[in-house]
Protein backbone atom coordinates (compact mmCIF):
# COMPACT_ATOMS: atom_id res chain seq x y z
CA UNK A 1 0.00 0.00 0.00
CA UNK A 2 1.28 3.44 -0.93
CA UNK A 3 1.59 5.50 2.23
CA UNK A 4 3.69 7.99 3.92
CA UNK A 5 4.23 6.63 7.48
CA UNK A 6 5.26 9.05 10.73
CA UNK A 7 6.37 8.83 14.14
CA UNK A 8 5.29 9.16 17.00
CA UNK A 9 1.62 9.88 16.35
CA UNK A 10 1.80 11.72 19.51
CA UNK A 11 4.26 13.24 22.13
CA UNK A 12 4.57 15.34 25.23
CA UNK A 13 7.86 16.73 25.94
CA UNK A 14 9.52 19.24 27.78
CA UNK A 15 11.04 22.33 26.65
CA UNK A 16 14.76 22.32 25.41
CA UNK A 17 14.68 18.38 25.50
CA UNK A 18 15.64 17.38 21.47
CA UNK A 19 13.34 15.28 19.94
CA UNK A 20 13.04 13.57 16.24
CA UNK A 21 9.82 13.10 14.60
CA UNK A 22 10.36 10.25 11.62
CA UNK A 23 8.59 10.23 8.02
CA UNK A 24 8.81 7.56 5.50
CA UNK A 25 6.96 6.80 2.32
CA UNK A 26 7.22 3.98 -0.19
CA UNK A 27 6.35 5.67 -3.39
CA UNK A 28 9.91 6.44 -4.49
CA UNK A 29 8.36 10.17 -4.36
CA UNK A 30 11.63 12.68 -5.00
CA UNK A 31 9.92 15.94 -3.09
CA UNK A 32 9.31 15.31 0.94
CA UNK A 33 8.17 18.16 3.21
CA UNK A 34 6.99 19.30 6.40
CA UNK A 35 4.13 21.26 7.47
CA UNK A 36 2.51 22.65 10.91
CA UNK A 37 -0.70 23.24 11.22
CA UNK A 38 -2.59 25.50 13.38
CA UNK A 39 -5.86 26.90 14.17
CA UNK A 40 -6.36 29.94 11.71
CA UNK A 41 -3.28 29.79 10.26
CA UNK A 42 -3.84 26.67 8.32
CA UNK A 43 -0.76 24.70 6.79
CA UNK A 44 2.67 26.28 6.95
CA UNK A 45 5.72 24.51 5.22
CA UNK A 46 8.49 24.38 7.20
CA UNK A 47 11.37 22.59 5.46
CA UNK A 48 11.27 20.42 2.12
CA UNK A 49 13.71 18.29 -0.09
CA UNK A 50 13.69 18.05 -3.58
CA UNK A 51 16.39 14.80 -3.82
CA UNK A 52 18.77 13.49 -1.45
CA UNK A 53 21.23 15.57 0.34
CA UNK A 54 19.14 18.73 -1.20
CA UNK A 55 16.99 20.42 1.86
CA UNK A 56 15.61 24.18 1.50
CA UNK A 57 13.96 26.21 3.99
CA UNK A 58 9.59 26.91 3.46
CA UNK A 59 8.07 29.46 5.48
CA UNK A 60 8.67 28.69 9.25
CA UNK A 61 12.15 27.27 9.39
CA UNK A 62 13.41 28.56 12.65
CA UNK A 63 13.62 26.27 15.59
CA UNK A 64 13.89 22.95 13.18
CA UNK A 65 16.74 20.82 11.08
CA UNK A 66 15.97 18.02 8.81
CA UNK A 67 18.04 15.78 6.83
CA UNK A 68 17.78 13.75 3.59
CA UNK A 69 19.97 10.51 3.58
CA UNK A 70 17.74 8.51 1.80
CA UNK A 71 15.75 8.87 -0.90
CA UNK A 72 12.75 7.69 1.39
CA UNK A 73 13.48 8.98 5.25
CA UNK A 74 12.67 13.20 5.60
CA UNK A 75 12.92 13.24 9.81
CA UNK A 76 12.01 16.74 11.48
CA UNK A 77 14.52 17.78 14.16
CA UNK A 78 13.73 20.12 17.21
CA UNK A 79 17.03 20.48 18.31
CA UNK A 80 15.50 22.64 21.83
CA UNK A 81 11.71 22.67 21.89
CA UNK A 82 9.93 25.58 22.82
CA UNK A 83 6.22 25.51 23.85
CA UNK A 84 5.48 27.66 20.70
CA UNK A 85 6.60 24.72 18.30
CA UNK A 86 3.35 22.67 20.28
CA UNK A 87 1.16 22.08 17.10
CA UNK A 88 -0.15 19.25 14.52
CA UNK A 89 2.83 18.31 12.00
CA UNK A 90 2.35 16.56 8.62
CA UNK A 91 5.08 15.07 6.61
CA UNK A 92 3.78 14.82 2.79
CA UNK A 93 5.52 13.67 -0.67
CA UNK A 94 4.84 13.79 -4.26
CA UNK A 95 6.70 12.82 -7.54
CA UNK A 96 7.92 16.54 -7.95
CA UNK A 97 7.04 20.17 -6.94
CA UNK A 98 4.05 19.94 -9.54
CA UNK A 99 2.22 17.29 -8.27
CA UNK A 100 -0.20 16.60 -5.47
CA UNK A 101 1.05 15.57 -2.26
CA UNK A 102 0.02 12.54 -0.28
CA UNK A 103 0.32 12.86 4.06
CA UNK A 104 1.27 11.31 6.45
CA UNK A 105 -1.26 10.54 9.35
CA UNK A 106 0.14 13.36 11.16
CA UNK A 107 1.98 14.15 14.91
CA UNK A 108 0.36 15.82 17.71
CA UNK A 109 3.35 17.63 20.14
CA UNK A 110 2.71 18.82 23.00
CA UNK A 111 5.91 20.93 24.33
CA UNK A 112 5.24 21.96 28.34
CA UNK B 1 -3.32 39.95 -0.33
CA UNK B 2 -3.25 36.20 1.22
CA UNK B 3 -1.59 34.32 -1.16
CA UNK B 4 -4.43 31.25 -1.74
CA UNK B 5 -7.79 33.41 0.34
CA UNK B 6 -10.98 30.67 1.21
CA UNK B 7 -13.61 31.79 3.22
CA UNK B 8 -13.53 30.37 6.78
CA UNK B 9 -17.21 29.19 7.28
CA UNK B 10 -18.84 27.50 8.73
CA UNK B 11 -20.83 26.75 5.58
CA UNK B 12 -24.36 24.75 6.45
CA UNK B 13 -25.64 22.94 3.66
CA UNK B 14 -28.80 20.48 4.58
CA UNK B 15 -28.57 16.97 2.99
CA UNK B 16 -29.12 16.42 -0.28
CA UNK B 17 -28.09 19.81 -1.42
CA UNK B 18 -25.47 21.39 -3.40
CA UNK B 19 -22.40 23.03 -1.64
CA UNK B 20 -20.42 25.62 -3.08
CA UNK B 21 -16.73 26.46 -2.07
CA UNK B 22 -14.81 28.80 -3.62
CA UNK B 23 -11.45 29.56 -3.38
CA UNK B 24 -8.96 32.58 -5.02
CA UNK B 25 -5.47 33.19 -5.83
CA UNK B 26 -3.00 35.71 -6.43
CA UNK B 27 -0.11 34.27 -8.43
CA UNK B 28 -1.27 34.31 -12.16
CA UNK B 29 1.61 31.95 -13.23
CA UNK B 30 -0.11 29.37 -10.93
CA UNK B 31 -0.22 26.26 -13.39
CA UNK B 32 -1.79 23.46 -10.72
CA UNK B 33 -4.76 23.36 -8.29
CA UNK B 34 -6.03 20.77 -6.15
CA UNK B 35 -8.75 20.55 -3.51
CA UNK B 36 -8.00 18.64 -0.02
CA UNK B 37 -10.86 17.13 2.54
CA UNK B 38 -9.59 17.44 6.09
CA UNK B 39 -11.47 15.44 8.80
CA UNK B 40 -10.97 16.94 12.39
CA UNK B 41 -7.58 15.98 14.14
CA UNK B 42 -6.46 13.83 10.28
CA UNK B 43 -4.90 14.33 7.49
CA UNK B 44 -5.18 15.99 4.24
CA UNK B 45 -6.48 13.60 1.95
CA UNK B 46 -7.23 14.66 -2.15
CA UNK B 47 -10.16 14.81 -3.56
CA UNK B 48 -9.58 16.71 -6.80
CA UNK B 49 -7.19 18.05 -9.19
CA UNK B 50 -7.68 20.84 -12.27
CA UNK B 51 -5.19 21.82 -14.25
CA UNK B 52 -6.99 23.50 -17.26
CA UNK B 53 -9.38 26.59 -17.55
CA UNK B 54 -13.25 24.94 -17.14
CA UNK B 55 -14.98 22.02 -15.20
CA UNK B 56 -13.61 19.00 -14.26
CA UNK B 57 -16.36 16.13 -13.05
CA UNK B 58 -15.36 13.07 -10.44
CA UNK B 59 -18.49 11.66 -8.85
CA UNK B 60 -20.53 13.94 -6.97
CA UNK B 61 -17.40 16.60 -7.02
CA UNK B 62 -16.73 19.46 -9.60
CA UNK B 63 -13.70 21.35 -9.70
CA UNK B 64 -14.00 24.78 -11.71
CA UNK B 65 -11.18 26.84 -12.77
CA UNK B 66 -11.33 30.47 -14.45
CA UNK B 67 -7.59 31.59 -14.35
CA UNK B 68 -8.36 35.07 -16.03
CA UNK B 69 -10.34 35.34 -12.49
CA UNK B 70 -7.97 33.61 -10.14
CA UNK B 71 -10.95 31.62 -9.14
CA UNK B 72 -10.90 27.46 -8.62
CA UNK B 73 -14.18 26.20 -7.13
CA UNK B 74 -15.41 23.02 -5.61
CA UNK B 75 -18.74 21.80 -6.16
CA UNK B 76 -20.42 18.95 -3.94
CA UNK B 77 -23.60 17.89 -5.21
CA UNK B 78 -26.02 15.63 -3.21
CA UNK B 79 -24.36 16.50 0.05
CA UNK B 80 -24.05 13.84 2.90
CA UNK B 81 -23.14 14.14 6.50
CA UNK B 82 -19.93 12.45 5.80
CA UNK B 83 -18.79 15.18 3.68
CA UNK B 84 -18.75 17.62 6.61
CA UNK B 85 -15.05 18.16 7.05
CA UNK B 86 -12.79 21.31 6.04
CA UNK B 87 -11.76 21.95 2.47
CA UNK B 88 -8.45 22.87 1.21
CA UNK B 89 -7.70 24.62 -1.65
CA UNK B 90 -4.04 24.19 -2.80
CA UNK B 91 -2.35 26.28 -5.65
CA UNK B 92 0.89 25.56 -7.36
CA UNK B 93 2.71 28.28 -8.85
CA UNK B 94 5.95 26.76 -7.91
CA UNK B 95 5.25 25.37 -4.52
CA UNK B 96 1.98 23.89 -3.07
CA UNK B 97 0.30 27.09 -1.23
CA UNK B 98 -2.53 25.90 0.95
CA UNK B 99 -5.72 28.33 1.81
CA UNK B 100 -7.08 28.38 5.77
CA UNK B 101 -9.95 25.79 4.82
CA UNK B 102 -13.89 26.08 4.90
CA UNK B 103 -15.30 24.28 7.27
CA UNK B 104 -18.28 22.57 5.35
CA UNK B 105 -21.40 21.28 8.42
CA UNK B 106 -24.01 19.03 5.98
CA UNK B 107 -26.92 18.85 8.27
CA UNK B 108 -29.36 15.76 8.33
Known amino acids: EAQVTQNPRYLITVTGKKLTVTCSQN?????MSWYRQDPGLGLRQIYYSMNVEVTDKGDVPEGYKVSRKEKRNFPLILESPSPNQTSLYFC???????????FGPGTRLTVT | QKEVEQNSGPLSVPEGAIASLNCTYS??????FFWYRQYSGKSPELIMF????GDKEDGRFTAQLNKASQYVSLLIRDSQPSDSATYLC????????FGTGTLLAVQP
Open chain 2, 50 to 53: IYSN
Open chain 1, 92 to 102: ASSLSTKDWQY
Open chain 1, 27 to 31: MNHEY
Open chain 2, 90 to 97: AVNPHKLI
Open chain 2, 27 to 32: DRGSQS
